[in-house]
């Protein structure tokens, strides 16, 4: 399992073994701009520094989602046209509220779509300056419930969407691991609260009736984009370095169940043109497995020792 991990794409090489083995290994992740997908993304940047043919249009293919993939590739994240290409949004694609708004820069902005630029910029290297609107817009953002909703601006949302409170979760926890300090502990209680709202659902469950919200939620999904389900959810309380709580065991379980014959997991695609290829229905996806793999390695072992389940122990 880990060989195939190790011998595919270089973006998934450098995370298997940065993630499973311990080794974060730099002249690897270098090779993320040069090789394989992460070459391609950065081929596909026009002249003018956007993809696509803005910062949210063709949707799949457009600056907003390139910078999101290059940035969960691994892509070191001094690489000079990420880089640019982030300050450029920052410069021209803030909404009158200081968020980010997917049409037009004189509306108001999404929280979903903040909350994914959030992630991106500060990973790409945004000043605090640069980043202090957006902050202060997911933080006037935040509900009653703890979490989020890009329609509150829209529609006067009352409760969160999980598609939204990731998204956020997600650019918090980027924010922190920049280094960024401003309303750093504002944004760390949000994310808590967050965390909390997605637990108390079991991550994909109706609090009335503990029925899975949506079938897609306990579907996999790569890449997810702005999109829920249970493994992007648990992935992104990996890497905000959540603890094992109980409530998350339904939504292992899911992981588990859905393991192939093979070790290995599939996922899902969702419709719209790509830079990058889609692979065959049902095919293994590495990047399913990995992080199946990454989110077994911090909450499988924990779940089977307290359920002597054997079968945690397959490679």
């Known amino acids: ?37 992460g070459a391609v ?16 249009q063709p949707k799949l293919t457009c600056t907003h989602y390139t ?8 892509l070191p994240p001094d690489e000079p046209a990420a880089v640019e290409s982030t300050a450029l949004v920052l410069r021209e694609h803030k909404a009158r509220d200081g968020g980010l708004n997917p049409q037009r820069v004189d509306a108001v902005g999404e929280a979903c779509v903040t909350g994914m630029g959030l992630a991106y910029a500060a990973y790409f290297g945004a000043t605090e300056d640069d980043l202090a609107s957006l902050v202060d817009f997911l933080l006037g953002q935040r509900l009653d419930d703890g979490g ?17 409170t990731i998204s956020v979760v997600e650019g918090i926890t980027a924010y922190d691991e920049a280094g960024r300090g401003y309303r750093r502990g504002e944004l760390l209680a949000a994310r808590a609260s967050a965390v909390e709202l997605l637990l108390r659902h079991r991550l994909y469950r109706s609090e009335r009736t503990s029925e899975p919200i949506q079938a897609s939620f306990t579907r996999l999904h790569h890449p997810a984009r702005w999109h829920y389900d249970v493994l992007r959810a648990l992935d992104a309380f990996v890497a905000a370095g959540v603890p094992h709580d109980p409530r998350m065991d339904d939504a292992l ?11 290995r997991w599939s996922a899902a695609t969702y419709p719209g043109e790509t830079h990058l290829p889609r692979l065959p229905g049902r095919t293994a996806s590495p990047w399913a497995t990995l992080i199946a793999l990454r989110v077994q390695g911090a909450y499988g072992r924990t779940r089977a020792a307290t359920r002597g389940d054997p079968s945690e122990s397959r490679s």
């Open 1 to 37: 399992m880990l060989a195939w991990l190790l011998e595919g794409d270089v973006a998934v090489a450098y995370q298997a073994r940065r993630d499973l083995l311990g080794d974060d290994d730099a002249d690897l992740r270098r090779r993320i701009a040069r090789e394989g997908d």
């Open 148 to 164: 989020f909703n890009c329609r509150l601006n829209r529609t006067g949302a009352r409760h969160s969407s999980v598609h939204t």
């Open 253 to 263: 379980q899911v992981i588990r169940d859905r393991r192939r014959p093979d070790g």
């Open 41 to 56: 993304l950065l081929a596909a940047r026009n002249p003018d520094g956007r993809w696509g043919r803005d910062f949210y």
């Open 67 to 74: 910078l999101l993939e290059l940035k969960n590739l691994g």
